[in-house]
């Protein structure tokens, strides 16, 4: 198949739109163009990953982490980040990621680990407060279905688990065609009076292009007058982190042994048991450090995360347990949801899952 048929499918997925700004999401390395015969997934990018993608045919390596973060200004191979690149590109190799796109949807990296503690009424602990827009038309009453129809199916109208979400409200527009139009109703030269229904509606800012141009086509005026309004309220199906309960509560020293058996982490370091039983629990992939107080705030007895520094425990202060497993062994298993999703969508697609453990740590 096209690889642009899978970098689509992830645009769709975890769109780009909500990756962090000093994220690199998305195709690195390819045309877009180019055929692919083989997919090998991986939690980062490295020259062994590569070796192993020519040794099992795969032409495409799919990673959570971007293998370029920032520009490069010389190949000369002095880093493990221009010996990886230089030598997919040799071997015509692309190189795809969704890195911070994936980790704030909700189907995405937090849900690999709430899937293996057995956590569930999930909520995201951060929602990002820009993603979501306001699109305000206004559409003779006899189009007014199938205009609101055509931006529901396109996505629109979503508000939490409801659907075909709107609202109308009648009045009465007025224009009048210029010499060179081809109106819809009235008279070419004369003062129009149609009785019409404001239609508005809610949408994520990754589908509102789609979402104008589709009702645009089911809208019957020439020239379509809407509205597109940023909304400054959390869009609660995007951001970072997520929070959620288990079935039955469990002692701490229990929970915190079932982490580090589930994970395979090497060390668990965590702050004092503040809490004697673990029922509720806040959790971020990757680097979460900057969400201790979301995970204080949101009632967690524990916040399951990596890459937290000496100060930053400190942050707790006995309101919450603090447990961080290591930034690989957190997201590790994204890995299983990359080769779920694809399969889903690609049935019939050579998808592999990489066998080079890239984890950069060790313990003793």
Not at 55 to 82: C, M, Q, W
């Amino acid at each position: 198949m096209k690889l642009d048929e899978i970098v689509s499918y992830f645009e769709e997925l975890a769109p780009t739109a909500y990756q962090e700004e000093y994220d690199n999401a998305g195709l690195i390395v390819g045309d877009a163009s180019m055929e692919v015969k083989a997919a090998l997934l991986t939690l980062d990018v490295t020259p062994e990953v590569v070796l192993e993608a020519i040794d099992k045919g795969a032409n495409l390596i799919i990673s959570h982490h971007p293998i370029i973060f920032r520009g490069i200004n010389k190949f000369t191979g002095s880093s493990y980040v221009e010996k990886t690149v230089a030598a997919a590109i040799k071997n015509d190799i692309a190189i795809f990621a969704a890195h911070t796109n994936f980790d704030s949807m909700m189907g995405g990296v937090n849900l690999s680990i709430a899937r293996k503690l057995g956590i569930t009424n999930l909520e995201i602990l951060q929602p990002i407060n820009n993603g979501l827009f306001k699109l305000v038309t206004f559409v003779p009453v006899d189009s007014v279905e199938k205009v609101r129809d055509a931006m529901f199916k396109a996505g629109a109208g979503q508000i939490g688990g409801y659907d075909c979400c709107s609202f109308g409200s009648e009045g009465f527009g007025t224009f009048r065609a210029g010499d060179n139009t081809h109106p819809y109703v009235g008279q070419k030269g004369e003062m129009h009076r149609e009785p019409e229904v404001r239609v508005e509606t809610i949408l994520p800012k990754n589908i509102l292009a789609r979402v104008v141009e589709k009702m645009i086509e089911a809208h019957p005026y020439e020239e379509v007058a809407y509205d597109i309004y940023p909304l400054e309220i959390p869009y609660r199906q995007v951001g970072l982190g997520m929070v959620g309960n288990i079935e039955e509560p469990v002692a701490s020293v229990d929970f915190l042994r079932q982490v580090k058996e589930v994970f395979g982490a090497g060390v668990v370091r965590y702050t004092a048991l503040s809490r004697q039983v673990i029922k509720r629990v806040a959790f971020c992939g990757g680097s979460g450090a900057s969400l201790i107080g979301k995970a204080i705030g949101s009632g967690a007895d524990i916040f399951i995360t990596s890459d937290i520094k000496y100060h930053q425990f400190f942050d707790a202060d006995g309101r919450i347990i603090i447990a961080d497993i290591g930034h690989f062994e957190s997201e590790q298993f994204t890995i299983e949801l990359f080769y779920e999703y694809l399969l889903k969508k690609f049935p019939t697609f050579a998808v592999l899952k990489s066998r080079v453990n890239t984890n950069p740590i060790n313990y003793l």
